[in-house]
C-alpha cells in the first residue's frame, strides 16, 4: 500500500519536512535491524483527530526498548506530545502513525553500545490493512512454513525491527501461494500468530487467543479486544491452540493496529463460518471503540488537537 507524504516527520525532537528525513547509509539498525517501532492509529472524530491508546503504544515502545538494552532517550509523555504534534501537523482527520527508535550512524559492528539511539514519529493516511470488507467477507488464510521465534533466538515480545524479517517472508510466500495472510506456529508446533496480527479461535462458544509463551506479541489491540468481549459476555481464555485446532473452529479472526477486527474465512482451504456472530458483535464494536463513541472506553482515545 503506497505511502501518501504528509507535511512533517519528528525526528529527535525537531519537526522535519518529510522529503528531508532522511538517514545516512550506514545507520547501523539499517545494517543489524536493532530497532523498535510502534504501529498506532487516530481516527476521526467529533474532537478532531482522536489517537487509540496512544500511551499505551508508547509504554509498549519503552518496554521494547528495555527488553533489547536499547536506552531511550524520551519518555513516554514526550513521545505521546510528540505523535500528537506530528499528526496536527499532517492535518489529517484520520492517519496510521509510526514511532521507531533506532540505532543511529557513527559506529559499525555488532556492538550497539557507542551508538547513539535516534527516534523517529511519522504519520500517513492508511486504509484497512487486510481490505475494508475483511471483517464481513473475511481472509484466507495460510499455516506459514516458516516458524516463529523462539523465546531465546529473537526475542518475540519485543516489537523489534529484525523480528520482521521472519514475518516478512511469512506474508510474502502467504501472497504468492495465492492467501490473504499467513498464521505461524512456534518451534513446538502451536499457533503464535500471524505475521503482523494476534489470533482468537472460538471453540464451544469460547474464545481463545495464544499465549505469550506461544511466541505472540502482547497486542494492544488484543488486550481491547478481549475487554470488548468480556464486556459483551463472551468467555475468553489464553491457551494453546493446535494447528488442527483452527481446521475446526466455530469461527475465528484476527486483531491488530493494521487489520483493526478482520474475521477468518479459512485456514489452509478449510472453510470457517464467517463472519460467525461474535466476531461481528466485537468487529463493530470496536470500530466504535476506536472513534470515542462508546463511553466505557473513551479514556483509550487521545485528542490531538
Same mark, same amino acid.
Not at 495464544?210 to 505472540?216: D, K, R, V
Not at 477486527?261 to 466504535?288: F, K
Given at each position: 500500500?503506497?505511502?501518501?507524504?504528509?507535511?512533517?516527520?519528528?525526528?529527535?525532537?525537531?519537526?522535519?519536512?518529510?522529503?528531508?528525513?532522511?538517514?545516512?547509509?550506514?545507520?547501523?539498525?539499517?545494517?543489524?535491524?536493532?530497532?523498535? #517501532?510502534?504501529?498506532?492509529?487516530?481516527?476521526?472524530?467529533?474532537?478532531?483527530?482522536?489517537? #487509540?491508546? =496512544?500511551?499505551?503504544?508508547?509504554?509498549?515502545?519503552?518496554?521494547?526498548?528495555?527488553?533489547?538494552?536499547?536506552?531511550?532517550?524520551?519518555?513516554?509523555?514526550?513521545?505521546?506530545?510528540?505523535?500528537?504534534?506530528?499528526?496536527?501537523?499532517?492535518? =489529517?482527520?484520520?492517519?496510521?502513525?509510526?514511532?521507531?527508535?533506532?540505532?543511529?550512524?557513527?559506529?559499525?559492528? =555488532?556492538?550497539?553500545?557507542?551508538?547513539?539511539?535516534?527516534?523517529?514519529?511519522?504519520?500517513?493516511?492508511?486504509?484497512?490493512?487486510?481490505?475494508?470488507?475483511?471483517?464481513?467477507?473475511?481472509?484466507?488464510?495460510?499455516?506459514?512454513?516458516?516458524?516463529?521465534?523462539?523465546?531465546?533466538?529473537?526475542?518475540?515480545?519485543?516489537?523489534?525491527?529484525?523480528?520482521?524479517?521472519?514475518?516478512?517472508?511469512?506474508?510474502?510466500?502467504?501472497?504468492?501461494?495465492?492467501?490473504?495472510?499467513?498464521?505461524?506456529?512456534?518451534?513446538?508446533? #502451536?499457533?503464535?500468530?500471524?505475521?503482523?496480527?494476534?489470533?482468537?479461535?472460538?471453540?464451544?462458544?469460547?474464545?481463545?487467543?495464544?499465549? =505469550?509463551?506461544?511466541?505472540?506479541?502482547?497486542?494492544?489491540?488484543?488486550?481491547?479486544?478481549?475487554?470488548?468481549?468480556?464486556?459483551?459476555? #463472551?468467555?475468553?481464555?489464553?491457551?494453546?491452540?493446535?494447528?488442527?485446532?483452527?481446521?475446526?473452529?466455530?469461527?475465528?479472526?484476527?486483531?491488530?493496529?493494521?487489520?483493526?477486527?478482520?474475521?477468518?474465512?479459512?485456514?489452509?482451504?478449510?472453510?470457517?463460518?464467517?463472519?460467525?456472530?461474535?466476531?461481528?458483535?466485537?468487529?463493530?464494536?470496536?470500530?466504535?471503540?476506536?472513534?470515542?463513541?462508546?463511553?466505557?472506553?473513551?479514556?483509550?482515545?487521545?485528542?490531538?488537537?
Amino acid at each position: 500500500m503506497p505511502i501518501a507524504p504528509t507535511e512533517k516527520i519528528w525526528m529527535n525532537g525537531d519537526m522535519v519536512p518529510w522529503d528531508r528525513a532522511q538517514i545516512h547509509i550506514l545507520t547501523h539498525s539499517l545494517h543489524y535491524g536493532m530497532g523498535v #517501532f510502534e504501529g498506532i492509529r487516530a481516527y476521526e472524530t467529533a474532537n478532531g483527530p482522536g489517537i #487509540f491508546r =496512544l500511551t499505551d503504544h508508547m509504554r509498549r515502545l519503552h518496554e521494547s526498548a528495555r527488553i533489547m538494552g536499547m536506552p531511550m532517550p524520551y519518555s513516554i509523555e514526550e513521545l505521546t506530545d510528540a505523535a500528537k504534534a506530528v499528526v496536527v501537523a499532517s492535518g =489529517l482527520p484520520g492517519c496510521y502513525i509510526r514511532p521507531i527508535a533506532y540505532y543511529g550512524y557513527g559506529e559499525m559492528g =555488532l556492538n550497539t553500545l557507542p551508538c547513539s539511539v535516534d527516534v523517529a514519529i511519522a504519520c500517513w493516511p492508511w486504509g484497512a490493512y487486510l481490505g475494508d470488507d475483511a471483517l464481513t467477507k473475511g481472509v484466507r488464510m495460510k499455516i506459514s512454513s516458516w516458524t516463529r521465534h523462539d523465546h531465546n533466538t529473537m526475542p518475540p515480545a519485543a516489537k523489534t525491527t529484525g523480528n520482521y524479517v521472519n514475518s516478512s517472508l511469512a506474508k510474502v510466500e502467504a501472497l504468492n501461494a495465492g492467501y490473504d495472510e499467513a498464521i505461524m506456529l512456534n518451534p513446538q508446533g #502451536f499457533v503464535s500468530e500471524c505475521t503482523g496480527e494476534n489470533i482468537f479461535v472460538a471453540r464451544h462458544g469460547k474464545l481463545i487467543t495464544p499465549p =505469550l509463551s506461544s511466541g505472540a506479541l502482547e497486542g494492544v489491540t488484543q488486550s481491547t479486544v478481549t475487554a470488548i468481549a468480556k464486556d459483551h459476555g #463472551f468467555e475468553v481464555t489464553v491457551g494453546t491452540i493446535a494447528r488442527s485446532d483452527l481446521y475446526i473452529a466455530d469461527e475465528a479472526f484476527v486483531c491488530g493496529t493494521a487489520a483493526e477486527v478482520s474475521s477468518i474465512s479459512s485456514v489452509d482451504d478449510r472453510a470457517i463460518v464467517c463472519p460467525g456472530p461474535m466476531t461481528v458483535a466485537i468487529g463493530e464494536e470496536y470500530h466504535r471503540t476506536v472513534r470515542g463513541e462508546v463511553d466505557q472506553y473513551k479514556d483509550w482515545v487521545e485528542h490531538a488537537e
